[in-house]
């Protein structure tokens, strides 16, 4: 089953059941409004919005219509909680092997986290606005899923049979408002601005055996002004799987439905830990900081500047048959009016 | 006016409007089931939401009934932020002190904030619930507000404007757990288990003259046990006041309605940095670090333990005649069952 939320119909948008090929959707008025409401009643409601999508799929639904988009929030416009990974250790490694220092080993066996804040997701081809370029815009592309209610202390099992949805993610971050946001010990607030989702969020069924062992066995594909920037695999170098991710959260405290817990940016190692870049071969980048410690490492200097206004990030994936299968988080950096 | 949640009624509990004198409720389904619902439409609900309130302290309302605190969820039973400062920087300076570090220059002009967790509150008469004593249970007695919708970049007066409500909270901490996760650099997650705010939350008005300079002039007072540790001025060395900590997170985007904004532990310097007991006729505290921070200070080592299990935690403040304001957070330490 895909879900997707149209803007349109409030704070919450409007949930739509949306078909596996992405041309066609449905609203769900009588199942559920909004995409929360269907994670807050799951149990009860997810048989529900499953016949709907067996039927739109069949092409029995006479009041589908054209799926767009552009005219989608995401998926949770606003959410309770977003709490994000790095799950994979080859992006910390990088970023301090560029400034000199060793991954402490307990990074192998204790997942870096942030918190980070879920009041206003903006929609998957919205503007990522900025006030100035001098705050150094990047992206990250990663992979999120949003789970039921988990309890606290649930175990590794438990975690895994809450993920209800998988989507995309593109977590920008103001690089040059981080080391002195970090300095100060609290973690991110200012240098992580508002993120964008996927058009649409996914059940696991959705991806086949690409859903394995808690990750996603994809490669996550990123353009920058329509060139290919990076296509690594999702299932490689994950360090910590989704139901690690969620169940180290919920070691202190209980997580409510609608937590979107997120994989980080997706980091392939392939054999070293540099010259990885399309053009020569490798996977590439999921962030411009990563491509920026290849270049540090490699000649002294970073020589790739960051996102400028008018600069635009396309990030998605696609099955086997290269079918998208969340539709493309599509933005263009821009100024503050 | 003052506001409340009743726990019944599902996820959000239910909005009540409760007398200045917190003997008597009324739930307003007609005009907001959920303070959420308030918030997100508050410049057209807020005078409907008031001419209730009139009513009720005129005691004109047949369908008023007994307002029992123990019925309350917090205000927002989950939220879309929780952003923490710490803008009582002698809290900041004791805990540097104590571990022999200064406090940089910076930390005047540039708040120190953290991202919470906010999709699981707790009840202001709910336990504290912990696996294990080991974690090192603290209360941390804090003011915070909740917002109105504020844009990006906004100015210290249209943050100002925004403030919607005010309240208190118990931001638990669990200080055995926070010196490994800062030092791995994304700031507070597994150590900031589930808060507790007030059981009423209060527009800036019923503070009168107290609520002034986006601070709340009045003592916060806290018990342990049903003894006596603190009763420090929250107007008081407050560094940063709320619409400054408001446009700190502002800066690089917007805030949605309901957003909540804490002031951090409240601490009074009162002279120099220790001796301030209420025993020894200070203020006294508003968590435990901040008592064993003295006491590592005057001998070299803490003597008071963390929270233990059946310890009870008592969060109030009164206006001038001695009047609750805001209900009182009365939480008991317990084992996760």
């Not at 964008?196 to 062992?213: I, K, N, Q, Y």
Request: with cysteine; hydrophobic share 45%; proline share 5%.
């Amino acid at each position: 089953m895909k879900l997707a939320t149209l803007k349109a119909g409030g704070r919450d948008g409007t949930l739509v059941v949306v078909s596996r090929d992405l041309s066609r959707c449905v609203a769900v008025p009588s199942i559920a409004g909004t995409l929360q409401a269907a994670l807050d009643d799951w149990e009860r409601l997810a048989p529900k919005l499953d016949a709907v999508s067996v039927g739109l799929n069949a092409g029995h639904l006479a009041d589908a219509f054209a799926f767009d988009p552009a005219a989608c929030a995401s998926p949770l416009p606003r959410a309770y909680q977003w709490a994000d990974g790095s799950a994979y250790i080859n992006h910390v490694e990088l970023v301090r092997k560029a400034r000199g220092a060793t991954l402490p080993p307990e990074f192998h066996t204790d997942p870096l986290m942030y918190q980070g804040g879920s009041d206003c997701f903006v929609g998957p081809c919205d503007d990522i606005i900025a006030v100035t370029e001098d705050w150094g815009i990047d992206l990250e592309a990663e992979v999120a899923v949003i789970t039921g209610d988990v309890p606290m202390a649930a175990s590794l099992e438990c975690c895994a049979g809450a993920i209800r949805l998988i989507m995309l993610v593109n977590d920008v971050s103001l690089r040059n408002l981080i080391p002195a946001e970090l300095a100060k010990g609290f973690g991110f607030l200012q240098s992580k601005p508002a993120s964008a989702f996927s058009p649409v969020a996914v059940t696991p069924d959705e991806l086949g055996d690409a859903w394995a062992d808690g990750k996603v066995h994809l490669p996550l594909v990123v353009a920058i002004n329509d060139t290919a920037f990076g296509c690594p695999n999702a299932g490689v170098d994950m360090t910590f799987n989704f139901p690690q991710l969620v169940a180290h959260v919920a070691k202190t405290r209980a997580l409510a439905a609608g937590s979107i817990i997120g994989s980080g940016t997706v980091s392939n190692k392939q054999g070293d830990l540099w010259g990885s870049s399309i053009d020569n071969g490798g996977v590439g980048y999921c962030c411009l900081a990563e491509l920026r410690m290849y270049e540090t490492i490699e000649g002294g200097a970073a020589k790739t500047g960051f996102l400028k206004f008018g600069d635009r990030v396309r990030i998605h994936m696609a099955d086997g048959q290269g079918r998208s299968i969340f539709g493309a988080i599509d933005q263009t950096v821009s100024r503050l009016p």
